[in-house]
């Protein structure tokens, strides 16, 4: 039996441009759109692409910290701004840290199978260029334990998480080879952003990537292991993908082979008060890919195409490392020999990822998801990767916190 | 006493002024960094900020507490070590706030210069006028104790004038930042023969301590930077005498404001940074150093005659610049002033590309001062601009080329007359001061 007890598919996804640092129309001073703009731009972004925007059921918004970032709660009253057919729909917002995204879509998936609804809006959204990093660096500290880690940790709290990683790494595996691995991700990010005109870094023409990225760390003002070159960035954007069974793709006039296919997911939580078992690799998230592959009776051999969280470049490498497509510590090697590139062995974060594209938290998962299908149904574009009709399944990662949070999926082109 | 000890109790006179209160950020961030270590949590910390304007204090009040919130904000890493054991202090929004509050803590704005009495440390940056100074000095002679130490930022006066005027006996430096004095790392430091040496070390130490470039400067008026800065401006308005009859004045400005910006790559023109400076300001230090040095070149009618009609250039209180030669508009310039017609001649396109045309191309490959600033291969890219220039047959590259000529001169006549020790401190100077991308010696011409 299938792990999903009915057919769910995806389709119309829609992300808006990434905003913040390297973007050219973003300057720090000057007044920018608000979280409204982006639930609404990514919604009608995604019910555009449909012919009956009223048959839509439910709307889900995953954000992370709205309430601190933008002053704002009750996020589910955005949903009706969208479209005047939303008024008096339900609409709810879930919250799992930068895995709020990837919860939004579990949740959408789940209301499909509770059969309470046949098609849901799913947006992911996130707002952060509201206040300097220094301050948001707390914002997002939320993610871990607060009362029992905030005030011991670093002035950046999770690139210093991350930071501790890559020393881990560094001791364990050599640090000439693990820093390498970490520059040659960030090179492989910008340069499939470079591809994407709504990546942050889209506008990015720095000539030498790989020197930028061995930029030397400075502990003084910012990690000991890691460099700003190595963390994700500060954005703000907004991500929309409609989840359907088969009857509500007849009900909003979408074709099947203009859908994907949902195949599994693992949703999988960690302790919250425990530190992570091993800092050299991400355990939560490899139990979640585990789970989503054996659900889907698949392998890392059978995906055309990969999502992984990579707010850090050290995430990248663990991450691939999770999906199984490396061995421990080899992940830097795999990414060093090219095998993550549009034209590598298995394509990785083709727009960009959270290091090209950015990482507007809250909305990660869901724009995850819409890249995955658009590669599925080749609707891609500039950076739009050869889908091997024996490797059908695209799979993404999202995480939340340092490896806390986890939602793995596996989508599958329609035949 | 030590440095450390000297710091618990700091005056800055003429706090409200643009050098005083850059320096009054910097020694409240220094001083609540003893006070916030453990060892000195019994110490009393005082930093007087004196000035004669009640306004002027309001504002140093608000300058100041949002400089110590930028300061806090950048090191927040050094900062969450320093209040680890604040249980209650767990963000980084709740630590920077606790710096702000502790580094104003020990603060005294007021305009009674009684309150001097006390300090060991006391940074004078009143008006560059001598008699002013000494009177001030003689003041505080008699208020403080007699092993309190004096650091004045003048800019051209002579240390040892100034110290035997007011009979300092040795306990005055010229300790000369740049402006503004949070941003810019150098620091020319001046010793009279007089000068002591507990106070040369402290001095040193100080430098140290705020992470400033020291570059020491004999004690001759004007020392380095306006030794250089004078002599170069008055080139600059030679140039504009031989050059209006056939442009006029504003498009004489004009061509010598582009030469120095553009074909010398230089942060901004010579008469935009004239303006910055203040035009009566350049008219006040050409004075002090015409008298000091004997030398009647040093004297501008025209820098005369603009500020007889009140046309004087320098800042607004949020950095922003006054017109002056230049009229500006978001700090770049629309407008030249002209003197036949006591009004703004403003810039039109037409007229600006008619003079663009006459002095010539710059070079192929041309990269503004701010792209080369953070070039890697910024040496390289300097070279081939004035080689190119060299080879170039048009007027702007004329100018430019001696005008590079005059500069180099200027620079190593600083280092014949003994103000400079080496070239290599003149170059210092231009490069941290000035922000050029090179020093003024140099073998581009």
Redesign the interface.
């Known amino acids: 039996m299938p792990f999903l007890r009915k057919k769910v598919f995806a389709c119309a996804g829609y992300y808006t441009v990434s905003l913040g640092t390297g973007r050219k129309e973003f300057h720090p001073k000057k007044p920018r759109p608000g979280i409204e703009h982006y639930i609404k731009e990514a919604g009608l972004g995604s019910i555009n692409q449909i012919n009956n925007p009223e048959n839509i059921d439910e709307g889900i918004i995953g954000n992370f910290v709205a309430e601190r970032f933008c002053k704002q709660g009750n996020l589910g009253g955005f949903f009706p701004m969208v479209h005047e057919t939303f008024l008096y729909k339900p609409c709810m917002r879930v919250e799992g840290a930068c895995d709020s995204g990837g919860l939004a879509l579990v949740t959408a998936i789940k209301t499909i199978l509770a059969d309470v609804a046949d098609v849901v809006l799913c947006i992911g959204v996130e707002v952060q260029n509201t206040v ?1 990093a ?2 948001g ?2 914002y997002l ?1 939320a993610a871990d334990w607060f009362s029992g880690e ?3 940790g ?3 709290y999770f690139p210093d998480q991350f930071s501790q990683r890559a020393g881990a790494c560094f001791e364990k595996y050599g640090h000439e080879r693990i820093r390498e691995g970490m520059s040659h991700w960030y090179v492989n990010m910008i340069e499939n952003a470079r591809k994407n005109p709504k990546a942050q870094e889209y506008h990015n023409t720095n000539p030498d990537l790989y020197a930028t990225a061995m930029t030397p760390p400075n ?4 990690c000991e292991h890691i460099n700003v070159f190595d963390c994700s960035k500060v954005s703000d954007g907004g991500a929309a993908l409609i989840f359907a069974s088969e009857e509500g793709l007849k009900k909003i006039g979408v074709d099947r082979k203009d859908a994907v296919e949902v195949v599994s997911y693992a949703q999988v939580q960690y302790d919250l008060t425990k530190p992570p078992p091993d800092l050299t690799e991400f355990t939560t998230c490899k139990i979640a890919a585990q789970r989503a592959y054996e659900r889907a009776g698949i392998g890392p051999s059978d995906l055309g195409v990969l999502e992984v969280h990579d707010c850090f470049t050290i995430a990248g490498l663990l991450a691939i490392e999770a999906a199984g497509f490396a061995g421990p510590g080899e992940g830097a090697d795999f990414v060093k020999e090219g095998k993550t590139r549009l034209d590598g062995e298995i394509p990785t974060n083709t727009s960009g990822g959270l290091i090209g594209y950015g990482h507007p938290t809250g909305a990660s998962g869901v724009r995850q998801a819409v890249d995955v299908v658009n590669q599925l149904l080749g609707r891609a574009g500039d950076f739009q990767v050869k889908i091997d009709s024996r490797r059908p399944y695209g799979m993404l990662s999202s995480m939340g916190g340092n490896d806390k949070t986890v939602v793995a999926m596996i989508f599958r082109r329609v035949e | 006493m030590t440095l450390d000890e000297r710091l618990e109790n700091v005056a800055v006179v003429g706090a409200a002024g643009k050098m005083g209160s850059g320096i009054a950020v910097l020694l409240a961030q220094e001083m609540a960094k003893l006070k916030l270590k453990s060892e000195n949590r019994d110490r009393i910390y005082r930093l007087n900020l004196i000035d004669i304007s009640e306004r002027g204090l309001d504002g140093l009040r608000a300058y100041l507490r949002a400089q110590l919130t930028r300061v806090a904000e950048k090191s927040i890493v050094l900062l969450r070590s320093l209040y680890q054991d604040r249980k209650d202090l767990i963000e980084n929004a709740e630590i920077i706030n606790a710096f702000v509050v502790d580094a104003t803590s020990f603060v005294n704005f007021t305009t009674d210069l009684n309150t001097v009495r006390d300090a060991h440390l006391v940074f004078e940056a009143i008006v560059e006028d001598e008699r002013v100074k000494i009177k001030l000095f003689k003041k505080m002679k008699k208020l403080c104790s007699p092993d309190t130490f004096f650091l004045t930022n003048t800019s051209s006066i002579p240390i040892g004038y100034l110290d035997e005027q007011a009979g300092l006996e040795g306990r005055l430096i010229g300790y000369h930042f740049y402006n503004p004095p949070v941003i810019q790392r150098l620091v020319e430091v001046i010793h009279s023969k007089r000068t002591v040496s507990e106070l040369k070390e402290i001095g040193a130490e100080l430098g140290k301590r705020l992470r400033k470039k020291l570059v020491p400067a004999n004690d001759i008026s004007g020392f380095i930077g306006n030794g250089h800065f004078m002599r170069d401006g008055l080139f600059a308005i030679s140039e504009v005498d031989r050059l209006k009859a056939q442009f006029r004045f504003p498009g004489a400005v004009y061509i010598m404001n582009r030469i120095t910006q553009d074909f010398l790559l230089r942060p901004m023109g010579i008469f935009q940074l004239i303006d910055y400076v203040g035009i009566d300001i350049f008219q006040c230090i050409l004075k002090v150093m015409r008298t000091h040095l004997d030398d009647k070149s040093l004297r501008s009618s025209l820098i005369n005659k603009m500020v007889k009609l009140n046309v004087k250039g320098g800042q607004n209180p949020d950095g922003s610049q006054k017109d002056g030669f230049l009229k500006y508009e978001k700090n770049r310039p629309v407008g030249i002033f002209s003197l036949r017609r006591k009004d703004y001649f403003i810039i039109k396109d037409d007229w600006k590309k008619k003079i663009d045309q006459k002095l010539g191309p710059l070079p192929d490959g041309f990269m503004p001062w701010k792209a080369l600033l953070t070039s890697p291969k910024k040496e390289e890219q300097l070279r081939r601009h004035f080689e190119a220039l060299k080879k170039m047959d048009t007027l702007g590259a004329q100018l430019a080329l001696r005008f590079l000529k005059k500069t180099r001169e200027i620079g190593e006549k600083l280092v014949d007359d003994g103000v400079a020790n080496s070239a290599q401190d003149v170059n210092d100077v231009l490069t941290n001061g000035f922000y050029w991308l090179y020093g003024p010696i140099n073998d581009y011409v």
């Open positions: 300097k220094v301050y660096a707390d500290a905030r005030k011991k670093h002035a950046y502990p003084r003002v910012f």
